[in-house]
C-alpha cells in the first residue's frame, strides 16, 4: 500500500482513468438506454429522466424507482429504498480511503459523488497494483457519468433500445467486469477462506433476499471473517 | 418537456439519499482510529465485494455465464489484458447462447 505523502491527483492519472473506464463503459450503455426506455413507458419525462440520471446517478436504485413510479409519487418509499439498495458504498467508499484521505476535502468529497460500483471496481485493482494517483477514480466515473446521462436520455428519446441485447451478451459485461478484475487480487491460499464465505453466503442470499442485500451479506461475511482470523 | 414539483423533489431526495452513503462510508473512516481489526477488514473488503458480486451473478445465469465466467476467469489468470478477458467472456456468453437457445 502506498505511503500517504505519495498520492497524486494529476491530470494524467484522470485520463488514465478515462482509458480504463471505455470499454466497460461502452458494455453498459445497454443498461442506459434499457432505463431511458423503461422510464419513458412508466411516463417520466425526457427532462425529469435526465435530472434523475445527472442527481441520482445509480443505475440499481433508479431501475427500481422506475419500476415502482406511479402517481402520486411514492417519495419517502423511493428514498428509503435508494438508501437500502446502495448501502453497499458504505463499505466501497470506506475502502477508498488511502487514496481519498489525502487529497484533499473538495477532490475527495468530489470523487465520492462519482463513485458507482465499476469504477469504484477499477481504482480498487489500481490501488492493489500500486497506484498512486487518485485523479484515476474521478476520471473513470465521470466517464461513466457521461455515457450513462447520454445513454438514459438516448433509450427515453429513441423508445427502441438495442433489440435483444443478452443475444450478444451484454448483460454479462458487469459480471465479466468484476471477474477480470477479481482474478489478479489472488494473493494466495490465504484467499481462499474469506473468498468462499463470501461466495456461499452471497449466493445463498441472493436466492432468498431481495435487492443488493446479498453484496451487502457477502461482502461482510467474507471481509469480517478475513479480519478475524488476521488478528486472533 | 415539464418538470413535475413531486417528481423533482423524490428526485432530489433520491440524489441525497445515495450521496449519503457515498460519502458516508469515506467521513466515518477518516474519524476512527484505525486499530488492527479494522484494518485488516478494509483490506479484505474488496475481494469479498468482487466474490460476492460475481458468484451469485454466474451460478444463476445458466451454461452460458458457466462458460463465459470460465473464459473470462482464465484468461485474466494468464494475465492477459483487461479488455481481453472481458471481450472473450461477452464473446463466448453470446456463442452459448447462439447454440444452446433456451426458450424465453
Redesign the interface.
Given at each position: 500500500m502506498a505511503e500517504k505523502s505519495r498520492i497524486l491527483f494529476t491530470r494524467q492519472g484522470f485520463r488514465r482513468g478515462v482509458t480504463a473506464m471505455l470499454p466497460v463503459a461502452a458494455g453498459l450503455s445497454v443498461f442506459g438506454l434499457a432505463l431511458g426506455l423503461a422510464a419513458a413507458q412508466k411516463g417520466l419525462s425526457t427532462v425529469e429522466l435526465g435530472l434523475m440520471s445527472a442527481i441520482v446517478f445509480a443505475g440499481a436504485s433508479q431501475m427500481l424507482a422506475v419500476e415502482l413510479w406511479q402517481h402520486p409519487v411514492p417519495l419517502a418509499t423511493l428514498a428509503a429504498a435508494t438508501v437500502i439498495i446502495n448501502l453497499r458504498y458504505l463499505m466501497m467508499t470506506a475502502a477508498l480511503a488511502p487514496w481519498l484521505g489525502p487529497v484533499g476535502t473538495g477532490r475527495a468529497y468530489g470523487s465520492l459523488f462519482f463513485t458507482a460500483d465499476e469504477n469504484w471496481a477499477l481504482s480498487m485493482a489500481e490501488m492493489r497494483r500500486g497506484g498512486t494517483d487518485a485523479a484515476f477514480h474521478i476520471g473513470a466515473g465521470m466517464t461513466l457519468y457521461v455515457v450513462w446521462l447520454l445513454t438514459t436520455i438516448l433509450g427515453h428519446l429513441s423508445g427502441a433500445a438495442i433489440p435483444q441485447p443478452e443475444r450478444f451478451g451484454l448483460d454479462f459485461v458487469a459480471v465479466a467486469t468484476f471477474l477480470a478484475l477479481l482474478v489478479p487480487m489472488w494473493t494466495g491460499r490465504r484467499d481462499l477462506p474469506p473468498w468462499l464465505i463470501a461466495a456461499v453466503t452471497a449466493t445463498a442470499a441472493h436466492a432468498v433476499l431481495p435487492g443488493t442485500w446479498y453484496l451487502i451479506a457477502g461482502g461482510l461475511a467474507g471481509s469480517l471473517y478475513g479480519a478475524w482470523r488476521d488478528v486472533r | 418537456?415539464?418538470?413535475?414539483l413531486?417528481?423533482?423533489?423524490?428526485?432530489?431526495?433520491?440524489?441525497?439519499?445515495?450521496?449519503?452513503?457515498?460519502?458516508?462510508?469515506?467521513f466515518?473512516?477518516?474519524r476512527v482510529q484505525a486499530g488492527?481489526?479494522?484494518t485488516?477488514?478494509?483490506?479484505?473488503?474488496?475481494?469479498?465485494?468482487?466474490?460476492?458480486?460475481?458468484?451469485?451473478?454466474?451460478?444463476?445465469?445458466g451454461p452460458?455465464?458457466w462458460a463465459?465466467?470460465g473464459v473470462?476467469?482464465t484468461?485474466?489468470?494468464l494475465?492477459l489484458p483487461?479488455?481481453v478477458?472481458?471481450?472473450a467472456?461477452?464473446?463466448?456468453?453470446?456463442a452459448v447462447?447462439?447454440l444452446m437457445p433456451v426458450a424465453p
Open positions: - | 418537456m415539464s418538470v413535475d413531486m417528481t423533482a423533489l423524490t428526485i432530489l431526495a433520491m440524489g441525497a439519499a445515495t450521496y449519503l452513503v457515498r460519502a458516508g462510508g469515506f466515518v473512516i477518516r488492527p481489526f479494522l485488516a477488514w478494509m483490506k479484505h473488503v474488496p475481494g469479498a465485494i468482487f466474490v460476492s458480486l460475481v458468484v451469485p451473478a454466474v451460478v444463476a445465469g452460458a455465464a463465459g465466467g473470462t476467469a484468461l485474466a489468470a494475465r483487461f479488455v478477458s472481458l471481450g467472456g461477452v464473446a463466448t456468453v453470446a447462447r447462439l
